[in-house]
């Protein structure tokens, strides 16, 4: 089993018209739909609302078959995130955090010991930003480091606590980023010297989306970058936290969820081409809709 831990809220999707749209959201809730649509065990350690909103996230999880034993739930509204799509699909975020739901995961709805069946943990967003959450979950993780594999999706906002982030890098099994997130935390070098650098710390694996281009990803040992499918993009919203849910999915089908994760050359090719499927097919759907695992195995073969 995966846990994923963080937030779940609502997009706000602002089309280039000008209208607005509901879509369920969150780098953390986007990733627990697309590893259970990809058939993987998991579940949703975060806190919900229990206005309509709420429910409709948690209910939105359940349909896709997370389990919700971890999440619990309180008054406070529902988290809003606006999401303003260009005309090339990019989305570009606003947050409404303020006295609402996602941030308030204390220390007392992290669980105290997790069970044997549990191989990693995966977190990030607004879980490395919002308090109490942010304190609840790197205590946690740092509790956890090198009993379960660990991945990082940082998906840098500007308000980002990057001193924070630096410690909590070397505890982490894989680093998954884009290229935007490597320059804030790295400024002055690229993408393939930030890999690097987080390598040395300890890190066992690197992921980098680059967008239409592709991804890469680096081991202390390997360097291996591949293209995406060409797609006709409706927006990009999901697609990173699709990319990062297929690479722990890879790992997870060949048994090798391990805090000390081995890869050689054409493992990482696979796991990379398989992420950068799975991004793809989220971008010709509107909002966070990631694929299924069967759409995976279609678009494969």
């Known amino acids: 089993m995966i846990v994923v831990c963080g937030e779940a809220l609502i997009d706000m999707v602002v089309g ?9 959201g969150g780098g953390p809730f986007n990733t627990a739909r697309a590893l259970a649509r990809l058939g993987v065990p998991k579940a949703f350690l975060g806190h919900f609302s229990e206005d309509y909103l709420g429910r409709m996230l948690a209910d939105r999880l359940a349909a896709d078959g997370a389990s919700l034993a971890l999440a619990s739930f309180g ?39 997790l069970g044997a069946e549990v191989k990693a943990l995966h977190l990030g967003t607004l879980g490395l930003l919002l308090q109490p959450m942010a304190s609840s979950l790197t205590e946690f993780v740092g509790r956890e480091t090198g009993r379960r594999l660990v991945m990082l999706d940082p998906n840098i906002r500007p308000v980002l ?53 592709g991804g890469y990803g680096a081991t202390r040992n390997s360097q ?34 391990d805090p000390e994760l081995s890869v050689t050359d054409q493992d990482l090719r696979s796991l ?30």
């Open 16 to 24: 280039g018209d000008g209208t607005r749209r509901p879509a369920p």
């Open 75 to 113: 008054p406070e509204p529902t988290t809003i995130a606006v999401a303003k799509i260009g005309r090339d699909g990019l989305a570009e975020y606003e947050f409404v955090t303020q006295g609402t739901s996602a941030p308030n995961l204390t220390r007392e709805m992290v669980p105290d010991q």
């Open 161 to 213: 606590d990057r001193p924070r982030l630096h410690s909590l890098i070397p505890q982490i099994t894989i680093v998954k980023a884009s290229v935007e997130d490597l320059t804030w935390l790295y400024p002055n070098i690229d993408y393939r010297a930030a890999a690097e650098r987080i390598l040395g710390v300890g890190v066992r694996l690197v992921l980098v989306t680059l967008g239409a281009v």
């Open 224 to 257: 291996v970058s591949v293209s995406s499918p060409l797609v006709e993009v409706v927006d990009t919203i999901g697609a990173g936290d699709a990319f990062g849910a297929a690479a722990l999915a890879w790992l997870h089908d060949r048994d090798a969820l």
């Open 272 to 301: 990379l081409e398989y992420s950068c499927r799975a991004a793809s097919l989220t971008c010709t759907r509107s909002g966070a809709e990631p694929p299924w695992r069967s759409e995976m195995q279609t678009s494969a073969g």
